[in-house]
């Protein structure tokens, strides 16, 4: 406009004025026409320049990430400051866009934006997250259940729910049968061994650190023996000589073994004792032992019993929930995951054990060392009925008693081949197949012939401890909650009866005995055992242990457990079925006696619980 003004006025002044020269004069407007229209045109070039360029530096995108992930629904955008005031409108435009467009990625849960900017395919995946992240809690399991049985998405739509999803949401897929283990990111990066340092020696460090008050006698035997050799070890390390000492046994029974993975068996044990202390688990915590536990599960991959002790710990702290969060954080529920999905049975109830006690959306009980759920493992909409409870007895274990009897080499054979056919825990496999509304429970406590086995000398635990103990555990568990069936072999048969009678004493405990409605006894010696005799006459060989010393022949403390029984169960709504066989039992390789006759109510074959097949 003004150019055209400015146009008008020189045409009027040359129509008014006295003519000049006629070229010159018109030469001299030309050029200065073309002067103000030269600067005008630069000026509004530079100007449009630079405004174009700040545009774009403030809209950089990181396209590398959305060519990557190929949808649309990721728009990675450079941080800039919204709050800057800029001098121009355009400015004050482009920030309220981006303004918009970052609420509606950081919300892709909210109603409004639900299905903005997501491919039909997606869709389903954030509204399974929303969903999950629902206060309802039947809308909240539902998600997990409905995550669980998909297994047709692309591996990044697995990664966005691994990384989207809440401890709530991982707990409950890896709990779930079905989950695919791409839901799982790996463990975060494990920090490194100090200088000069090894996994032995950082044990030993975190063992040494944990407090030495409110400790039973085993568990300051086992802290003292796993430290003491640890010593020995480094020393030899360094140069020194392996030795061996102090009890005995243990060290003659490892001869074959590598020091430093005796070493760690026995810090583990130790752990595992103090691990049963809540305040214990904190220092764990706190000293790095998830960590530290995680690098020697993954560097002891071709050793099981490592593993199970490890696990053990990580079970024993799952029971305090102010840990769950460093447990889910430090990457242990995707190893568990993983373990879930072993054919080891016993490996499989170490990590149930584990998730159950993490997962306290679906479980309300606590279940603590030595209590083993063999069904269900996981979660499932089946509505339990009743109990059935496995208590094994002397030299017994919580899978290996209720095994399918064979010689070892078709054990291995055919639990290779197929679990229908051979089981090395027929509870689990066969009846939990047949009745599948049951929780099947075993139990696990340490037994022994003799002290010179004895795991911990110190411990001297009677037939009234353990029964007290195990009912503790056994009632944290729910059990007496519904229905139940006691299953026990051998001195756990005593041990059943024993906590039958304590709880009837205890009006807690009442619903323990109202929910018995049967006792299966396999080989139970009501009235004691000819091995306890045995033992006695050859005591500088074997060295009785409490247990047996208990199982005497007519033992006066029997025949009192017996009488007192009777008498409580013969007003009882429950009815009892005893097992009996007349077969000899090994007990070694060159021992061969009948441990309990036929009169005491059942013989103590350690193979009357093995069955030839379903």
């Known amino acids: 406009m003004s150019l055209a003004a400015y146009c008008v006025i020189c045409c009027r002044r040359i129509g008014t004025s006295t003519p000049p020269p006629k070229r010159d004069t018109y030469w001299r407007e030309i050029r200065n026409i073309i002067k103000f229209t030269g600067s005008l045109l630069l000026g509004g070039s530079l100007f449009l320049t630079y405004e174009v360029l700040a545009l774009k530096k403030s809209l950089t995108l990181d396209t590398q990430v959305v060519e990557r992930e190929k949808m ?15 001098n121009h409108e355009l400015h004050k435009a482009v920030r309220k866009v981006l303004a918009t467009s970052a609420k509606i990625l950081r919300n892709p849960f909210a109603a409004p934006f639900s299905t903005v900017d997501i491919e039909d395919h997606e869709c389903a995946l954030w509204l399974l997250l929303r969903k999950s992240r629902s206060g309802d809690k039947t809308e909240q399991l539902e998600a997990v259940q409905e995550m669980s049985e998909t297994h047709h998405w692309h591996d990044y739509q697995y990664r966005i729910i691994a990384q989207a999803c809440d401890p709530r949401v991982l707990i409950g897929l890896a709990r779930s049968k079905e989950s695919d283990l791409r839901f799982f990111l790996p463990p975060p990066p494990l920090p490194s061994l100090k200088e000069d340092s090894s996994i032995e020696e950082e044990l030993r460090q975190l063992l040494a650190s944990l407090p030495q008050t409110e400790l039973d006698e085993c568990t300051q035997y086992f802290t003292s023996l796993a430290l003491n050799e640890s010593s020995q070890s480094l020393a ?10 102090g009890n005995g046994l243990p060290y003659a029974e490892s001869f074959g073994e590598v020091p430093s993975a005796t070493v760690e068996m026995f810090c583990l044990e130790a752990i595992v ?27 002891h991959k071709d ?39 072993s054919h080891h049975i016993m490996k499989v109830s170490h990590a149930a054990r584990i998730l159950a006690n993490l997962d306290r959306e679906t479980v309300q009980e606590k279940y603590q060392d030595g209590v083993y759920v063999l069904h269900p493992q996981h979660r499932t909409s089946q509505p339990i ?29 055919k639990a290779l081949e197929d679990e229908d056919r051979y089981t090395t825990c027929w509870p689990k496999t066969w009846l939990a197949r047949d009745c599948p509304a049951l929780r099947i429970i075993s139990v696990e406590y340490d037994t022994t012939l003799s002290d010179w086995r004895a795991r911990c000398p110190m411990e001297r635990k009677s037939i009234a401890f353990r029964s007290n103990e195990l009912l503790r555990k056994l009632r944290a568990a729910g059990v007496g909650d519904r229905p139940m069936i006691w299953i026990s072999h051998s001195m756990g048969g005593l041990l059943v009866k024993k906590m039958l009678l304590e709880a009837s ?34 005591r500088y060989l074997l060295f009785p242990s409490l247990e047996v010393k208990e199982l005497s022949k007519d033992s006066p403390a029997l025949k009192a457990l017996q009488d007192d029984f009777l008498e409580f169960a013969k007003d009882k709504n429950f009815q009892v079925l005893s097992f009996v066989e007349t077969l000899p039992t ?19 074959s350690l193979k009357i619980c093995w069955p030839l097949d379903a």
């Open 505 to 538: 004493k205890k009006p807690e405990m009442s619903t323990v005995i109202n929910n018995t409605r049967g006792i299966i006894f396999y080989s139970v010696p009501h009235h004691g055992s000819h091995l306890a005799e045995y033992s006695v006459n050859i």
């Open 586 to 604: 090994y007990i070694g390789s060159m021992i061969k006696l009948h441990v309990v006759p036929v009169e005491s109510a059942g013989i103590d």
């Open 303 to 341: 050793c099981p019993k490592v593993q199970r002790n490890i696990m053990r710990i990580i079970g024993n702290m799952a029971l305090n929930e102010h840990l769950h969060s460093p447990i889910v954080r430090s990457g242990w529920v995707s190893i568990v995951a993983e373990a879930m999905k």
């Open 385 to 413: 009925r009743a109990d059935v409870l496995f208590i094994h007895g002397l030299m017994g274990a919580a899978f290996k008693t209720w095994r399918q009897q064979d010689s070892e080499q078709v054990v291995i054979e």
């Open 236 to 245: 030899a390390q360094k140069g020194g000589l392996w030795c061996f000492g």
């Open 72 to 86: 649309k629904s990721y728009i990675y955008l450079h941080t800039v400051s919204l709050d800057n005031r800029e």
């Open 273 to 299: 004792k103090h691990s049963e202390i809540s305040t214990h688990c904190d220092k764990i915590k706190a000293n790095g032992g998830l960590q530290l536990l995680q690098r020697l599960y993954q560097f």
